[in-house]
C-alpha cells in the first residue's frame, strides 16, 4: 500500500500546484499564512514540516521568518521534493529531505515547531501513531505541533461526498479522528486546542511538547 502511494504521489506531483491554483485562487496562499502565524514560528527558531508535498507551507515559513529561521520539509515522495527543490531553487531554506514521518532522520529535540498541512488523515492509525510520537521526539520542550485540515462543509451536496471520504477511510479510528482529532493528538501533546481558520472551511489543531 506504502509504495503504491509513494508511486501515486511521485505521478501526481507534475500536475499537484496547477490543481491547487485552479481551485483555491489564492485561498490557499491566506490560509498557509495564518497557520504558520498560529504555529510560533519566527526568526532564530527551527520548523520541520511534515509530508511537505511541493513544499507550500515551508516556502511560507522561510518567507515569514525572513531567511532567519531554519525550515526544513520532509516527504516519502522524490517527484513531489523534485517540485519543491525546483520551486526553491537559490534559497537557503527550506531544505528538503526524503523520509518516512515514522522514523525521522533528525535528533531528539531538533525543532521548536512541526507542521502538517491536510495529510494526517491520509496516514492508517498505526502509522499516524508512530508518526507523532516521532513529531514529539524531534520537538523541544514546549514546541508547538500545528496540523491543518479540511472542516464538515456546510452544504448538505459536499457534505455527502465528505462523509463517503470518512466511510472509505477503513478503520473507524481514522473516521474518529477525522471527526475530532484532539483526542488522539492529546496523548501525545498538552494543552491541546482546535481553532477554525478564517473563512471556517479549514481548521488548525495544536498544542505543546510536555
Known amino acids: 500500500m506504502k509504495r503504491f502511494r509513494r508511486y501515486y504521489y511521485d505521478l501526481f506531483s507534475t500536475v499537484y500546484d496547477r490543481v491547487i491554483?485552479?481551485?483555491?485562487?489564492?485561498?490557499?496562499?491566506?490560509?498557509?499564512?495564518?497557520?504558520?502565524?498560529k504555529s510560533t514560528f519566527g526568526p532564530g527558531l527551527k520548523l520541520l514540516d511534515v509530508c511537505t508535498g511541493t513544499g507550500a507551507v515551508a516556502l511560507e515559513a522561510a518567507r515569514y521568518s525572513k531567511g532567519a529561521g531554519v525550515v526544513v520539509g520532509v516527504d516519502f515522495s522524490m517527484g513531489m521534493l523534485r517540485v519543491a527543490r525546483r520551486k526553491s531553487m537559490g534559497q537557503l531554506f527550506p531544505i528538503f529531505v526524503l523520509s518516512d514521518v515514522t522514523a525521522l532522520p533528525f535528533?531528539?529535540?531538533?525543532?521548536?515547531?512541526?507542521?502538517?498541512?491536510?495529510a494526517m488523515y491520509e496516514l492508517?492509525?498505526?502509522?499516524?501513531?508512530?508518526?507523532?510520537s516521532e513529531f514529539r521526539r524531534v520537538l523541544v520542550r514546549g514546541g508547538r505541533f500545528i496540523m491543518m485540515e479540511h472542516t464538515a462543509p456546510s452544504s448538505p451536496f459536499v457534505?455527502?461526498?465528505?462523509?463517503?471520504?470518512?466511510?472509505?477511510?477503513?478503520?473507524?479510528?481514522?473516521?474518529?479522528?477525522?471527526?475530532?482529532?484532539?483526542?488522539?493528538?492529546?496523548?501525545?501533546?498538552?494543552?491541546?486546542?482546535?481553532?477554525?481558520?478564517?473563512?471556517?472551511?479549514?481548521?488548525?489543531?495544536y498544542g505543546k511538547r510536555a
Open 107 to 118: 535528533r531528539e529535540e531538533s525543532f521548536n515547531v512541526v507542521t502538517c498541512s491536510h
Open 124 to 132: 492508517d492509525p498505526e502509522t499516524r501513531r508512530k508518526a507523532l
Open 21 to 37: 491554483a485552479l481551485h483555491s485562487k489564492d485561498k490557499s496562499a491566506r490560509l498557509r499564512r495564518f497557520f504558520i502565524e
Open 159 to 205: 457534505r455527502f461526498f465528505y462523509n463517503i471520504r470518512l466511510m472509505t477511510m477503513g478503520s473507524s479510528g481514522n473516521r474518529a479522528f477525522a471527526r475530532d482529532e484532539r483526542p488522539e493528538i492529546a496523548r501525545f501533546f498538552k494543552d491541546v486546542r482546535l481553532e477554525l481558520a478564517p473563512g471556517g472551511r479549514s481548521k488548525i489543531v
